[in-house]
Structure formats: structure tokens, C-alpha cells
């Protein structure tokens, strides 16, 4: 074989190994790792018990359309995202992503990787409530506790009350979750029931005695009586 047509098989040779290259480098962009583009959070809004863990998931999916479990950690880039809650007095969340019912209410989940965040909203609700009762005084703070209590009302003279129960082991605060019920036989007899803890009550002048009904819950409804002993 002549040296001419030798040189012309290299130089095909040659063509063809670049075209095997580029259109690698098209579909596959030169076999790099494809860019994440999104981060979805599984399940988007959990309901927590409190005192409980609820394990949650991210999934990438990314330039090339395929998915990916991402995995828990510290660095926040590429296949590892970093964990967060937008109220640890509520939920916390551990770097795999367990997150843990600390106090009723809701809080935001994000789970990052580089500038890319998904978000779940996650609620922590109280269950199975026992030992529901009405005390005087503040949460944390109280005096006269009971089912069934009795106010020795002074006229004029303002007096806090909570709402509280038991709820997975942990006394809960279940005052603006109530309702807060005065009969009308004695419409002297005012309690703010405005979502506020603590609720404050007061006797006006004219006021006669009666009792002050506080419920919490539907199925069961949770039942406490204040009875009002006008002084």
C-alpha cells in the first residue's frame, strides 16, 4: 500500500474518531455530571405529631431530565443538600433530613443544594390530649388548676387563665386553640377570647355568679368550667 492512500486512511481515521467525539460531547456534555435544576421535597406537606419524627426525601431532577435521591449532609452542592426549618421551636430537621415535632404549629422545610432549594410546609398538630384543664395565672406559671375550678371574682379586677393538657407526654399550651364560652345570663362577665395566651377574664359591676365554659377539640370535644364566685 502506497504511502499516499496510507496518509488518507489516518486522515479518515482521524475524521471519524473527532465525529465520535463531538457527537459524545453533544449528548452528553463530554460525560460531565448533567446540572440539577430543581429539588422536590417528598411528602410536600407532612403532618408531624408532636414528639414524633417524620423522615422526609429530597429528588433532584436535573438538566437532562433524569432524577436522583439527593443525599443529606453539610457540604450544600451537587448531589448533597443541607437541611433547614424556618422555625426550630416548631420543627427541627436533622442533616438526613428526620424531621422532629417540637411545638404546635408549622414551619417551613428547604432542603439546597448550591442556589437550587426545594420547600415543604410541615404542621405539627397535639394528639391524643388528656388531662384537659383551666388554671389562673400563665402558661408555665399557674396556680388552681382543675377540670372544674372556681374564680373568686373581685369587680373590676382583670384574671388571667390558661387552657393546658397533656399531649404525648409533654403539658402543651391549648389556651388559643379554645373557646372561650359566658353564658348570657351573666353578660357582666367578660373573657377576651381573642387567640391570646393568656386569656383574660373580668367581673364588671352587675355581674352574677356563673360559669365560664372552655372546649377544645371536636371529636372528642375537651370540656373545662371556670366557675365565677362574685366577691
Known sequence: MSS??????????AFAALA????AVSCKGFFQNPTLT???IDPPTPTINLNATYQLTATGTYQDGTTATLTGGTSCSGNTVCWSSSDT?????????LANGVGQGTA?????????????????DLTNITNFEVCEGTFGATTNCG????????????????AQGDSNGTTVDLTTSAIWTVPSTA????????????????????????????????????????NV???
Not at 377540670?147 to 390558661?162: E, G, H, K, M
Open 229 to 231: 364566685d362574685v366577691q
Open 89 to 97: 421551636t416548631v420543627v427541627t430537621i436533622s442533616t438526613g433530613g
Open 108 to 124: 417551613t422545610i428547604t432542603a439546597a443544594s448550591g442556589a437550587i432549594t426545594g420547600t415543604a410546609t410541615a404542621t405539627v
Open 187 to 226: 353578660p357582666d362577665i367578660q373573657c377576651s377570647n381573642g387567640g391570646f395566651s393568656p386569656e383574660s377574664c373580668t367581673a364588671l359591676t352587675g355581674a352574677t355568679n356563673a360559669a365560664v365554659t372552655v372546649t377544645y377539640g371536636t371529636a372528642p370535644q375537651l370540656t373545662a368550667t371556670i
Open 38 to 40: 430543581t429539588i422536590t
Open 147 to 162: 377540670a372544674t375550678i372556681t374564680w373568686d371574682a373581685t369587680l373590676n379586677v382583670s384574671q388571667n387563665f390558661v
Open 20 to 23: 465520535t467525539l463531538a457527537l
Open 4 to 13: 499516499q492512500k496510507k496518509n488518507k486512511l489516518r486522515l479518515a481515521g
